[in-house]
């Protein structure tokens, strides 16, 4: 294989990178695909002489990834606005856990599950300014130097070092999952699914923290809740009148963005993706329940 040949399989390769960074700076996975893409056709455009000039095509790519990335963040709060209820991010399913890698590179394949992708703080993320995330995912998340994140957005180093600051004031800050270990939250899912199964209000109550919030995101395109419902009972009797309308409902217990999950099929068709807090009495403080089937698609055997 020749110079070229080689060049072209080594910027091939920053896209996994590439893809995991732009998922985390927009929480969704076609935007994601769409401005790693829109980097690498900036790096074609180039002449081959501008090209040869760069030392480190990868950083170049994920410096251009984050400029596109800061213009999505901008626009997304004015559609995000006009959403049909809540926007939650896209929930992200072990592909493996379902037998769905595939050799197309879909995007969902190339995700690595993290602590960075918890459903509680990409929920985070969304509160802060364009400028806060890209430079504390960047920084705190993948360790670039606070000089390449300054060429992404187009400001000095210090400044930068102050948006990521500021963006960790707001993680600090923010209701946090309780550190309780994987066999814990997995304890607690499963014991939520046998009393979802069973009906069982007052079971359920028992299971959630009395100050719990559930919020789901249907994006208007199929039917639930708009606003977030407070308070463990009140989610309890919502939890059981979704099963009462929807018989042959199956629950499935999966990882969801990396953290114990479950998710509500029909006929093998995924209809509900649910992420859940734990604290550490093993109550469910939060759940995240993404029903927009735009955002269920890597969860679709055939997708």
């Not at 410096?63 to 626009?75: F, N, Y």
Request: aromatic share 6%; hydrophobic share 45%; glycine share 10%.
């Amino acid at each position: 294989m020749g110079a070229a040949g080689a060049d072209i399989d080594a910027v091939a390769g920053e896209r996994r990178q590439l893809i995991n960074v732009a998922y985390r700076l927009l929480g969704s996975l076609a935007e994601a695909e769409d401005a790693v893409q829109e980097a690498y056709a900036r790096w074609y455009a180039l002449p081959r002489s501008r090209r040869d000039e760069i030392l480190s095509p990868g950083g170049w790519l994920t410096t251009v990834t984050g400029r596109i990335c800061l213009d999505v963040l901008g626009s997304a709060r004015a559609r995000r606005e006009r959403y049909v209820g809540a926007w939650l991010p896209d929930p992200l399913p072990d592909r493996a856990e379902w037998g769905l890698v595939s050799e197309g590179g879909d995007p969902a394949d190339q995700m690595v599950l993290d602590e960075s992708v918890a459903m509680a703080l990409l929920v985070v993320l969304e509160s802060m300014t364009p400028a806060e995330r890209v430079a504390f995912v960047l920084h705190d998340v993948f360790r670039y130097p606070f000089a390449e994140i300054a060429a992404a957005l187009g400001r000095t180093p210090a400044a930068c070092k102050q948006l990521a600051a500021s963006a960790r004031r707001r993680v600090r800050d923010a209701p946090g999952p309780a550190a309780v270990a994987g066999d814990g939250r997995a304890e607690a899912v499963r014991r939520v699914k046998d009393a979802w199964e069973r009906k069982d209000i007052a079971a359920l109550v028992d299971l959630l923290d009395p100050a719990a919030v559930m919020t789901a995101d249907g994006g208007g395109l199929v039917g639930t809740v708009l606003r977030p419902i407070e308070g463990g009972a009140r989610i309890a009797q919502y939890m059981v009148a979704i099963a009462d309308r929807a018989p042959g409902l199956e629950l499935l217990e999966r990882s969801v963005n990396g953290a114990p999950g479950l998710v509500a099929q029909r006929g093998g068709t995924v209809m509900t993706v649910a992420s859940f807090d734990v604290d550490g009495d093993g109550l469910i403080t939060r759940i995240w329940a993404v029903r927009n089937p735009e955002k269920l698609r890597p969860w679709l055997r055939d997708g």
